[in-house]
């Protein structure tokens, strides 16, 4: 089972591929800046249908690229990937069933998981010395429409059910405190992919979770619908409106002190 608040299926699915065209340009910038240039294993972590594993091996051209994902329907639709290996195992739950990693890269994972510090710890700990760990999170996300705000508000109340944080980003000050580490980047990416994508993102999502007994329980109906609508509007009709993401990117060297 995947534990994501937006499920694995082959909407799901389809929504992370837009989600890739989004933020995938950004991504690849901040690897390409924070990575180094000699990578003997790299390891991608909740890589879903592929897409991040495939930018890891284009821009960094590891040795060897893992991608791995709790969920069998991801992995199902990932390995079809040449030259990329895939393993289904629960990342909260070292150690991975590899060879100590040189790189581990994960983006929109720590979002999903509680107790974001106590993970990264044990990800440090399956590191080869010298090796690097790669985070993309959300640290806010703003817009002028009302019924984006709202369904942020939404989606954050959700993830935090759920035992996740929308915006886990703003969890990267305490990692700090990890032993035997350095930071060796840690910026702020300012994203503002066009507002039809992002639409077409929330409503594929909006229909995987509003059938949450979190959400059912709490919202009528007729609301859902409504909001369903103006998603839908904005897909088609963005007219003058605005979003855009602060994306925490950190990188971490393992040293031994």
């Known amino acids: 089972m995947s534990r994501y608040s ?36 790299a390891l991608d972590l909740g890589c879903g249908p592929g897409n991040t594993t495939r930018m890891i091996a284009e821009e960094l051209h590891p040795d060897e690229v893992v991608g791995i994902d709790i969920s069998s329907s991801h992995l199902s639709r990932a390995n079809t990937l040449k030259n990329i290996t895939f393993i289904q195992h629960d990342v909260t739950q070292p150690p991975f069933p590899t060879d100590a990693p040189t790189l581990i890269y994960a983006r929109y994972l720590l979002t999903h998981l509680p107790d974001v510090k106590r993970v990264v710890e044990n990800w440090v700990e399956e590191l080869q010395s010298g090796g690097q760990i ?26 935090k059910h759920n035992g996740g944080d929308l915006y886990s980003g703003r969890q990267f000050h305490g990692l700090s405190e990890i032993p035997n580490i350095e930071i060796t980047h840690h910026d702020v990416e300012k994203v503002s992919p066009p507002v039809e994508l992002v639409a077409q993102s929330f409503c594929l999502n909006f229909r995987i979770w509003k059938q949450h007994p979190f959400i059912t329980e709490r919202y009528e109906p007729g609301f859902l619908n409504e909001m369903a609508e103006q998603l839908q509007s904005l897909q088609r009709e963005p007219g003058d409106t605005v979003i855009e993401w602060g994306m925490s990117q950190l990188a971490i060297e393992k040293v031994e002190k």
């Open 6 to 41: 937006f499920g694995d299926t082959n909407e799901a699915s389809e929504r992370l591929h837009i989600i890739d065209k989004m933020f995938g340009p950004s991504s690849r910038k901040f690897i390409k800046e924070a990575g180094k240039s000699r990578v003997p294993l």
């Open 134 to 159: 790669l985070l993309e999170e959300n640290l806010w996300i703003d817009s002028n429409h009302p019924v984006i705000i709202q369904y942020l508000e939404i989606v954050a109340d959700l993830i």
